[in-house]
């Protein structure tokens, strides 16, 4: 059974910090994991998918990092911004077709 | 295309009453999962399917939940009788295996 965990589970930095959100999964059978945002009632925008064969994916300030073996991906942001304040989730879709979420991290980026 | 529909986007419903939520993925997209949202459980997985087949309903949490998909562009998670705790946004998802997609989401009020 695929388990994912996220750390920390919040976060608040003052403006211009970098952000280092981490994601781990049990099983490493996985297609691809993805990194999702999500705002105060609102749904979930995907921000990068990284294939299980790729080891980053970067989208302007955020670069995100998997390392399959260890069961471990990293989001990067870089220059952080007021509005990068969200929920960051991350999801593993595993080989037995599963879409597995971690519970999140939440950012609040102080001006 | 015009993404994951999910219908209604809203829906209040009173007590013991029967609630359908509908769902159209992303035309070719071969999985299909369904979610729920609250702010003390967070996202949980009730159910998916692979090429119309449920996978996987573990998480569907009582006997009163269920879902269908007769076909690969439909599907409906059903709800009889309704009741309170089980007001929550229910989010649909689909994918192919190369990022997934979700439907703006349907927030269900039981009074």
């Known amino acids: 059974k695929q388990e994912v965990t996220q750390i920390p589970a919040a976060l608040s930095v003052p403006e211009g910090e970098n952000l280092v959100l981490n994601c781990s999964f049990t099983?490493?059978?996985?297609?691809?994991l993805q990194w999702f945002r999500q705002d105060p009632g609102k749904g979930l925008t995907s921000l990068l998918l990284?294939?299980?064969?790729?080891r980053e994916q970067t989208s302007g300030r955020l670069n995100a990092s998997l390392d399959k073996s260890s069961g471990r991906s990293t989001l990067y942001i870089a220059a952080s911004q007021p509005g990068d304040s969200a929920t960051y989730l991350c999801a593993a879709f595993s080989n037995d077709y599963k879409l597995s979420f971690g519970a999140g991290t939440t950012v609040t980026v102080r001006a | 295309d015009a993404g994951v529909i999910q219908s209604p986007r809203h829906e209040v419903t009173e007590m013991g009453q029967e609630v359908t939520l509908r769902c159209k993925p992303i035309s070719g997209h071969n999985s299909l999962f369904w979610y729920r949202q609250t702010m003390m459980r967070g996202l949980e997985l009730l159910i998916y399917f692979n090429n119309n087949v449920p996978i996987d309903d573990s998480g569907m949490p009582e006997d009163r939940f269920s879902a269908k998909m007769p076909n690969a562009s439909f599907s409906t998670l059903k709800i009889q009788p309704s009741e309170p705790r089980d007001s929550a946004v229910y989010f649909c998802a689909s994918t192919l295996g190369r990022g997934a997609f979700f439907g703006q989401g349907t927030r269900l009020t039981v009074v």
């Open positions: 990284i294939q299980s064969s790729q």
């Open positions: 099983d490493s059978a996985i297609y691809n």
